[in-house]
């Protein structure tokens, strides 16, 4: 998902393997997504994960994984420390931090460029799900 409207094909991406522990992959963007190839787009969740007006692509990974943060533009030294991806994010030496976490009716994606939880993250993201799971999220 994403706030981008005109992502082009063949667009890189460096993926963010959410996964215990975190690690890091890379992949291009396909084409825009719909409710055939991605789960968020179905009819039963559509309505409500688009209604921040956000935007899904489908995209094409070497690498098998279930959920990631993708990340496109400036990224430098994305390395993985005590099993968590640490990335900087435009080049300004400051390293943002990737976290996935349940919430009663989907699932909470943030980046963060201190501590997880403790400041507004830099991004966010919310997959609804259309079911209730056990709540992860601090």
Not at 97 to 114: K, P
Not at 130 to 137: I, N, R
Request: net charge negative.
């Amino acid at each position: 998902m994403t706030s981008e409207k005109n992502i082009n094909p063949g667009t890189d991406i460096l993926l963010v393997l959410l996964n215990e522990p975190q690690s890091v992959s890379t992949a291009k963007v396909v084409e825009p997504a719909n409710s055939k190839t991605c789960g968020p787009l179905a009819e039963e969740r559509r309505e409500r994960n688009i209604s921040e007006g956000e935007s899904f692509y489908e995209v094409k990974s070497s690498t098998v994984y279930y959920l990631a943060i993708g990340v496109i533009g400036d990224v430098s030294q994305p390395k993985v420390e005590n099993g968590l991806v640490l990335a900087d994010i435009g080049n300004d030496g400051n390293f943002e931090r990737f976290t996935l976490c349940a919430t009663s009716e989907g699932l909470s994606f943030g980046i963060w460029n201190s501590k997880p939880y403790t400041n507004k993250p830099v991004w966010f993201g919310y997959y609804y799900l259309g079911y209730d799971v056990d709540s992860t999220c601090p």
